[in-house]
């Protein structure tokens, strides 16, 4: 039996409290990681480090909201309704656009270039192999106990998976032939993937209010 299969035939409980274990594994690791890219970005003048530090940030708070629902959800009492989470989780995948974006800009008018780092590419090589497995987790569990808040916030992991691709990318291409000016292409590109995700996002919130 395929393993969505078998997600599919958990009760709702059960799902709902595998979810719950998989937002405190998403909330440890992300604050590992927002922590070690700001450190290694201010460390190695790096602002591609700071601004996937940033987005780390931000994906902490929408794993913390995630969790909260869902606690809420497993011990049989609502902290907030589902439709104030799924607005906190949109809003917080649409401000991954304005912090990628304005780092970006900052980096061209200042002439900042991204720099090789050590523990930034230890980070991204991370975020690499843990980001799928959190995405594909909350994925199938959102999907299957009807949870929308749980389904955009693996959006999100999704997409820290891409900049983490991109961040290591032109971490180890500057740190190794020292082309400064694929940290842009590698930029405009998950700029691009963010602003699609956000408004798939904010599509979903619209249909769950109109079914409601």
Do not use: H
Not at 101 to 125: C, D, R, T, W
Request: hydrophobic letters at 50%; aromatic letters at 10%.
């Amino acid at each position: 039996m395929k393993t969505n299969e078998r997600i599919a035939q958990l009760d709702v409980g059960v799902l709902l409290r595998r979810g719950l274990l998989v937002e405190y594994a998403s909330l440890g690791w992300m604050t590992v990681e927002a922590l070690a890219a700001i450190v290694a970005g201010f460390s190695s003048g790096s602002l591609a480090l700071m601004a996937f530090g940033g987005d780390s940030f931000v994906e902490l708070l929408s794993s913390y909201a995630v969790a909260r629902f869902l606690r809420g959800a497993v011990n049989g009492r609502t902290v907030e309704s589902n439709e104030r989470v799924e607005k906190i989780t949109a809003f917080l995948l649409f401000a991954l656009i304005p912090i990628i974006g304005a780092g970006a800009l900052y980096s061209y008018f200042s002439g900042i270039e991204a720099e090789g780092s050590p523990i930034g590419i230890v980070v991204a090589s991370s975020a690499l192999v843990i980001m799928p497995l959190l995405w594909y987790e909350k994925k199938e569990i959102g999907r299957a106990a009807n949870c929308l808040p749980l389904t955009i916030d693996a959006v999100e992991s999704v997409t820290c998976f891409l900049m983490s691709m991109a961040l290591l990318t032109s971490l180890a291409i500057n740190y190794l032939w020292k082309i400064s000016w694929i940290d842009y292409v590698a930029t405009a590109i998950i700029l691009a993937f963010v602003t699609k995700e956000g408004l798939e996002a904010i599509s979903q919130l619209k249909q769950s209010q109109s079914l409601s």
